[in-house]
C-alpha cells in the first residue's frame, strides 16, 4: 500500500518560499500524476497542482504565478514551493496521488486524490 | 469561494439516515465531470469515500452511497453511527477554472 509523508519546515517568514518535499514510500512514483493541497486552519480544501512523474504540471490558476511543483524520481519524492507567502498562506498542506493516469485531458479531469499524505501545518509568520 | 457549494452541517440521531448535497453548475458538475467524495475525521486527512459519483473503495461501509443529476450530487450515509462523526467534502473538476475544486464542507454531528 502506497504511503505518503510532507516533510519541509513550519514555519516561514512573509514574504519567502515555502518548500515542502512528499516522499512516496512503498511504492513507485512513476506512471501516476501527483498533487498538492491546502487546507487553512478551520477551514475547506484548495487544490494548488499536480506534476506527472515525466514533468508536466498543472497549476491551480488562482496560485499559478507562485507556485512550481517539482518530481525527483531518483528521490522517489515531489516538491512544492510556493513563493512571496503571506499569512493567507497559512495552512496544512496535504499530497496525494492522483488516481488517473491517462494523459487525455478529459480523462485527466475525471480524477481523485488517494491516498493523502497525513499532512504539514505551514505557518506564515516573522 | 469554492464553486460547489454543500449545506454547512448536517445531524441525526444514530440509526438514522442523512443526505449532503453538492451543488455546482455547468462548468463542472452539469459539464459531466465526476463527483468524488472524501471523509476527514478530527485532525486527520482526509480519505476517499466515494469515486466516480457513485463507487465505494474497497473498506468503505455500503451505508455510504453517491448519486449525481443534473448539476447536482449528494452523499447519503444510512445506519447513522458516531464513529461517522467528520467532515465531508465533495470534489469535481471545474473547466471554467481549469482545475480541480472542492465542495464547501459539511460537518456531520451525530446526535
Known amino acids: 500500500q502506497v504511503q505518503l509523508q510532507e516533510s519541509g519546515p513550519g514555519l516561514v517568514k512573509p514574504s519567502e518560499t515555502l518548500s515542502l518535499t512528499c516522499t512516496v514510500s512503498?511504492?513507485?512514483?512513476?506512471?501516476?500524476?501527483w498533487s498538492w493541497m491546502r487546507q487553512p486552519p478551520g477551514k475547506g480544501l484548495e487544490w494548488i497542482g499536480y506534476?506527472?512523474?515525466?514533468?508536466?504540471?498543472s497549476y491551480n490558476p488562482s496560485l499559478k504565478s507562485r507556485v512550481t511543483i517539482s518530481v525527483d524520481t531518483s528521490k522517489n519524492h515531489f516538491s512544492l514551493r510556493l513563493g512571496s507567502v503571506t499569512a493567507a498562506d497559512t495552512a496544512v498542506y496535504y499530497c496525494?496521488?492522483?488516481?488517473?493516469?491517462?494523459?487525455?485531458?478529459?480523462?485527466?479531469?475525471?480524477?481523485?486524490?488517494?491516498?493523502w499524505g497525513q499532512g504539514t501545518l505551514v505557518t506564515v509568520s516573522s | 469561494q469554492s464553486v460547489l457549494a454543500q449545506p454547512p452541517s448536517v445531524s441525526g440521531a444514530p440509526g438514522q439516515r442523512v443526505t449532503i448535497s453538492c451543488t455546482g453548475s455547468?462548468?463542472?458538475?452539469?459539464?459531466?465531470?465526476?463527483v468524488h467524495w472524501y471523509q476527514q475525521l478530527p485532525g486527520t486527512a482526509p480519505k476517499l469515500l466515494i469515486y466516480g459519483n457513485t463507487n465505494r473503495p474497497s473498506g468503505v461501509p455500503d451505508r455510504f452511497s453517491g448519486s449525481k443529476s443534473g448539476t447536482s450530487a449528494s452523499l447519503a450515509i444510512s445506519g447513522l453511527q458516531a464513529e461517522d462523526e467528520a467532515d465531508y467534502y465533495c470534489q469535481s473538476y471545474d473547466s471554467s477554472l481549469s482545475g480541480y475544486v472542492f465542495g464547501t464542507g459539511t460537518e456531520v454531528t451525530v446526535l
Open positions: 455547468s462548468s463542472n458538475i452539469g459539464a459531466g465531470y465526476h
Open positions: 496525494a496521488r492522483d488516481h488517473e493516469q491517462s494523459s487525455s485531458s478529459w480523462y485527466r479531469a475525471q480524477s481523485w486524490f488517494d491516498p
Open positions: 512503498s511504492g513507485s512514483i512513476s506512471g501516476y500524476y
Open positions: 506534476v506527472h512523474y515525466g514533468g508536466s504540471t
